[in-house]
């Protein structure tokens, strides 16, 4: 059960090389990935628990409020890591908005990461790490500062996160409540 779990989260030992952990603490394209694709579909089962409780049996508005919540959240951070993920592996227009698109209906991420792995879309190390490609463009050069600076772009992205919530927050709801 441990390497089913290994495989799932994309932190199987033996599929992580010495230098990729040096440079980036073991975290590969294929690993953000795969952890952010998974956490999206787990928040949409909340998330479909939270409904069932609510519109189903009636019984508590709760899990939609904090599961609703905790999806939105995973949602916004998916959609960030597919495109860092998306420059990287320097994904064509098609292939990115097809990776953005499976956010929308439940579970599609897990799909699409199999899809992206079997056609060798998440293989290789950060290619914009320090010491490796040389970034053109902006998105590239931002990337590359996030690579050779993890502790800052961890806090860049737990504020990106932040921003793109709260902006979601003051939006409303995606469709009216019926509450």
């Known amino acids: 059960m441990a390497q089913l779990g290994d495989h799932l989260l994309g932190t199987d030992p033996a599929a992580v090389d010495a230098e990729e952990v040096a440079e980036t603490g073991g975290m590969s394209p294929l690993q953000l990935f795969r952890r952010l694709a998974v956490a999206e579909a787990v928040t949409w089962a909340l998330l479909l628990v939270g409904m069932l409780l609510k519109y189903g049996t009636g019984t508590t508005e709760l899990g939609v409020q904090v599961f609703g919540m905790a999806h939105g959240v995973v949602f916004i951070a998916y959609c960030l890591g597919a495109v860092f993920v998306a420059v990287n592996q320097r994904w064509s227009p098609a292939t990115t908005a097809l990776a953005l698109a499976s956010a929308v209906p439940p579970f599609l991420t897990v799909w699409f990461d199999r899809r992206a792995e079997r056609r060798s879309q998440l293989d290789g190390p950060w290619r914009l790490a320090p010491g ?31 921003a793109l919530t709260l902006l979601a927050l003051l939006v409303g709801p995606p469709a009216a409540s019926q509450s």
């Open 132 to 162: 490796r490609d040389q970034p053109t463009g902006l998105l590239e050069r931002a990337q590359a500062w996030m690579l050779a600076r993890p502790v800052a772009a961890g806090g860049v992205a737990v504020a990106a996160v932040s």
